[in-house]
Structure formats: structure tokens, C-alpha cells
């Protein structure tokens, strides 16, 4: 099994960076593709990044194109998630997850950190 714990997360002002870590436990953690989520109250969960086991491929939600980054390096933090000129808008709990598949959808990943919590104020 894999087992993810989020960090990162905090208060700042309208246009400042975050940079969010997932870190891991499980030798297989590895073998998978790992994923960004985000979700506000009322909010349906957001895809917000995602890269391949290789790290060769990223993918991004629409919203955050052009502002945020994901990378990993199959350490002890396998993935982080850049992020810049964050918005009021970028609000929510923050969430690292792993699948087998790489997926926008999160009903396809097969394990999740507990969350990050980041306030984007203006």
C-alpha cells in the first residue's frame, strides 16, 4: 500500500507562491502516478495536476495552467506542486493522491493524504 501526508499548505495574500509536499511511505509508491486534488465547501472535488510515474508527462486543470507546477522525484517527497500567482479562487484542501492509471477523475486513484488546507486572501 501506499501512504500519503500533505504539507505545505497556509495563509497568504492574493499573488504570492505555495509549494505543497506529499510525502510517502509504501516501498510501491514508485510504481504509480500521482495527482493534485482540491476541494471547497459546496465544491465538487477539482483536478488539479497530475504526473506520470516517469515524471515525463504532467497534466493540468484548466484553472491553474500557466501558475502552478507539478514535478516529483521518487524520494521521500515523490511529488510536489508548485504554486504561483495564486488567486482568492485557489482556496481549498489540498490533496495528494496515487493511481495506478494517471486520471483527472478522482474516483480512479487508489490512495489519498488527508489534506492541506491553503487560503488564498485578497
Known amino acids: 500500500q501506499v501512504q500519503l501526508v500533505e504539507s505545505g499548505g497556509g495563509l497568504v495574500q492574493a499573488g504570492a507562491s505555495l509549494r505543497l509536499s506529499c510525502a510517502a511511505s509504501?516501498?510501491?509508491?514508485?510504481?504509480?502516478?500521482l495527482g493534485w486534488f482540491r476541494q471547497a465547501p459546496g465544491k465538487v472535488r477539482e483536478f488539479v495536476a497530475a504526473i506520470s510515474r516517469s515524471g515525463t508527462s504532467t497534466w493540468y486543470g484548466d484553472s491553474v495552467k500557466g501558475r502552478f507546477t507539478i514535478s516529483r522525484d521518487n524520494a521521500k517527497n515523490p511529488v510536489y506542486l508548485q504554486m504561483d500567482s495564486l488567486k482568492p479562487e485557489d482556496t481549498g484542501l489540498y490533496y495528494c493522491?496515487?493511481?495506478?492509471?494517471?486520471?483527472?477523475?478522482?474516483?480512479?486513484?487508489?490512495?489519498w493524504g488527508q489534506g492541506t488546507q491553503v487560503t488564498v486572501s485578497s
Open positions: 493522491a496515487a493511481t495506478k492509471t494517471v486520471s483527472r477523475y478522482y474516483r480512479d486513484y487508489d490512495y
Open positions: 509504501g516501498r510501491t509508491f514508485g510504481t504509480y502516478d
